[in-house]
């Protein structure tokens, strides 16, 4: 790339390496990893299969790149929390209601299925995946829940266990329905309801 600056060649690979996961989206979601093949992501990105190769030098690591890239953007944008907000039950209220929408999306169940399916095979592709999703949300919910107890507005305990109890009070089971198409959150008011459910059952038993 004679002629551009570093600045520039650095944005113009960050481009070509955000077309071709898009393209990867696209051909995994349509068609799962076994079906995928690295010549229908290339056609799918728009770019020659040299290219991809000089970027992703297998299926599996495009593969873990493209899940590793979206679990962690989702559990950074739900989990971006303000450890100083005094309001738990209205911050807990406000994670729940996003958590239960961004998990109940198809594309994220697509996404779910398509993990288990290659983690036999792959078990890093699992691995790399629950580090950089729900192990950071958790953290980072932690680490909220840690605050609130240095506040005293919470039980001394452990917060990493508590992260994981709200989160699993929140979805009680509507994840597994979810993964074996048998049914998600009928309409809006189940979603709160489950939500303020699980933040009264979590303060009952966490706050002082």
């Not at 048998?182 to 933040?199: K, Q, S």
């Amino acid at each position: 790339m004679a002629g551009t600056s570093a600045v520039e060649r650095d944005g113009i690979e960050t481009e070509k390496r955000r077309q071709i996961l898009e393209g990867a989206r696209q051909v995994f979601t349509a068609s799962g990893f076994d079906g995928a093949s690295m010549g229908e992501i290339a056609k799918a990105a728009g770019v020659s299969k040299g290219t991809l190769y000089v970027y992703f030098d297998s299926k599996d690591a495009l593969f873990e790149a493209l899940t590793i890239a979206q679990k962690r953007d989702l559990a950074e944008a739900l989990f971006s929390l303000d450890v100083e907000d005094p309001d738990m039950r209205g911050v807990l209220t406000r994670l729940g209601r996003i958590y239960l929408v961004e998990m109940s999306k198809p594309e994220h169940v697509s996404l779910v299925r398509m993990v288990i399916g290659a983690c036999e095979k792959f078990p890093h592709l699992g691995r790399a995946f629950f580090e950089a999703g729900p192990a950071l949300g958790v953290g980072r919910l932690a680490a909220y829940l840690d605050a609130q107890v240095a506040a005293g507005r919470l039980n001394k305990g452990d917060t990493t266990l508590a992260a994981k109890h709200f989160l699993h009070l929140c979805q009680a089971g509507l994840f597994t329905r979810l993964l074996f198409s048998a049914g998600g959150i009928e309409n809006e008011g189940e979603l709160h309801h489950r939500v303020d459910e699980a933040v009264r059952i979590f303060l009952a038993g966490y706050a002082p």
